[in-house]
């Protein structure tokens, strides 16, 4: 547990579904005892959100993928006696996370202000849809709703694709990233004022952040929309060819930025053609097009050994039956094992963080409802 930095410090997570919860996955992956404060009996809410309908120990699948390694304390928040509670142990917690909608939390009295006055020195950390105030305060905060208002979605596909969303709840995760700095941020703040810090991210601003390298294009390039590539494969709205997925003889084959002639030459075309580099995106679906050709008369694994023998760069495109057979996963040591309370056991990834040379395993899995009230009653509400 040396290697573990946020060792010690107390999370309080009123949070549920994916954003604010894998930020507390985190935090306690580096160390921080997060407890989750759910609802008697039922839990949160994620328990019940389940993919591909699997459910494993009483809760959904995705639901100890995001909330393995911490502890469940069963309270009704509306319940004047379990709100007594709370307030004793939030004078002992260092860290308060939550994703309610706005006005929760002040109807209950734990708003910042109120917590301020129990702990001066509280980190106060809160998710919302799009922020606190304005005539989207309300909507929904939910990942897919959120990838399409902010136009996330014309990223993806080709010119003739409807709207394409990413396969991945990509924006909650984001997300969490975003309030797992902003609670990373607030420690060192409080360590030198030794006061509260209150910490505040959207969905929204997290999703016009991932955009902001395109953004800042939409904005100093009159206004122009995203032009998704004609050919399928286009990996870029923004970028020239030959950046995109192309179908070769035997399975795919991505090619990254690079250069033009020396690509073409690599393939047994002329180079001259796209010595000027200013028609690279000009002639994108052309140049995508006559590549193609080419790549089709050949394997992926093929090409991509005499492309990189040339400094190209590319890579087969895996499905993940071929990447986890690869050796670059299994260097990854990226997986990890937890043993269910009923006997079974789960696969999942473990923390990306190598903190002073090792990895950051942990095999605790999700908890019960409720599990764990007796011991915390016993460490922070009890002389």
Known sequence: MDNRPLEGLVVLEFAQFMAAPTAGLRLADLGARVIKIERPLVGEAGRQIAIKNIFVDQSSLVFHTINRNKESYAADLKSEADLAILRVLIKKADIITHNFRPGVME??????????????????ATVTGYGDE??????????????SVSG??????SAADNPVPFGLAVIDMYCATHLTQGILAALLKRSRTKKS???????????LDMQFEVLTTYFNDGGQLPQRAETRGGGHAYLSAPYGVYKTAEGYLALAMGDLPKIAAALGLPPAPYIDRSTWFKYRDLIMQTLGRELLKGAAKVWEEKLEAQGIWCAQVNDYHAFFDAQGFGDAQMLQGIALQDGSSLKTTRSVYNIDGKYLFSSKPAPRVGQDNEQINADYLRP
Do not use: H, M, R
Request: aromatic share 8%; no cysteine.
């Open 197 to 207: 810090v209150l910490v505040e991210v959207s969905l929204l601003e997290s999703a």
């Open 152 to 157: 996330l979605t014309w990223l993806s596909g």
């Open 107 to 124: 109807k209950i009295g734990l708003d910042y202000k109120a917590v301020q006055q129990l702990n001066p020195s509280i980190i106060y």
């Open 134 to 147: 304005g005539p989207w305060a309300k909507k929904p905060g939910q990942d897919l709703l959120v990838q």
